[in-house]
């Protein structure tokens, strides 16, 4: 109503800004990569991450279903996103991504991409989540599904209708790997080993 967006009850993050990719920073304190693999009904998503004073910028470089390891492999030997923007991957840049998928985690090493599982625990979801509370977050415009989750992305809730300290485990493909990369860039906790970087 009065032209203004209205918000769902219960939301893990109620307040987000938006910005054109080309307004992202290209100064900051550190920048990083963090991927989430999904096939049939979850997609395989990649976010950028860049830190900037009290500024937490997202952009949504991948967000697609049915990708095989050797699609993933030649996505990012691409260079290009799904917007058509340059990715600007570095050699050697580490990509943070699911634990859950050692496989393709493997297979996307032997490509030449220093890919890191991501480090996951019994409170690690939260932790992510109290983690990315701590700054102010920028998501680009065209980054669609990403605003998307960020708009749906809500606690549990008690029958009565308040909130529980549990997430939804819907509208977070590109939350996850948001989590699993400034945990990363924050809190520096595992190092990538000895990588092969033949990109072929």
């Not at 939301?11 to 900051?28: A, N």
């Not at 395989?44 to 993933?72: E, P, R, S, V």
């Not at 490509?111 to 480090?119: D, E, K, M, R």
Request: glycine share 8%.
């Amino acid at each position: 109503g009065l032209g203004q967006l209205g918000t769902l009850a219960g939301l893990v993050f109620p307040k987000f800004t938006q910005c054109r990719f080309e307004d992202l920073p290209t100064e900051y304190k550190k920048k990083g990569l963090g991927m989430d693999f999904g096939f049939t009904n979850d997609p395989t998503t990649l976010m950028k991450l860049m830190i900037k004073g009290d500024n937490l910028f997202l952009h949504q470089h991948l967000y697609q279903t049915a990708m095989h390891n050797n699609d993933i492999a030649n996505f990012l030997k691409s260079g290009s996103d799904m917007h058509g923007f340059d990715m600007m991957i570095q050699r050697g840049e580490e990509i943070v991504a699911d634990s859950a998928e050692p496989k393709t985690i493997s297979d996307l090493k032997r490509s030449g991409f220093t890919v890191i599982p991501a480090l996951k625990g019994k409170d690690s979801i939260m932790n992510g989540i109290d983690l990315i509370k701590r700054y102010d977050v920028v998501i680009t415009d065209c980054s669609l599904e990403a605003v998307k989750e960020w708009r749906n992305y809500k606690w549990k809730m008690t029958p009565d209708g308040k909130p529980l300290n549990i997430p939804v485990d819907m509208w977070n493909h590109c939350v996850d790997p948001t989590r699993y990369d400034l945990d990363f860039l924050v809190n520096g906790k595992r190092r990538p080993g000895p990588a092969n970087f033949d990109f072929g």
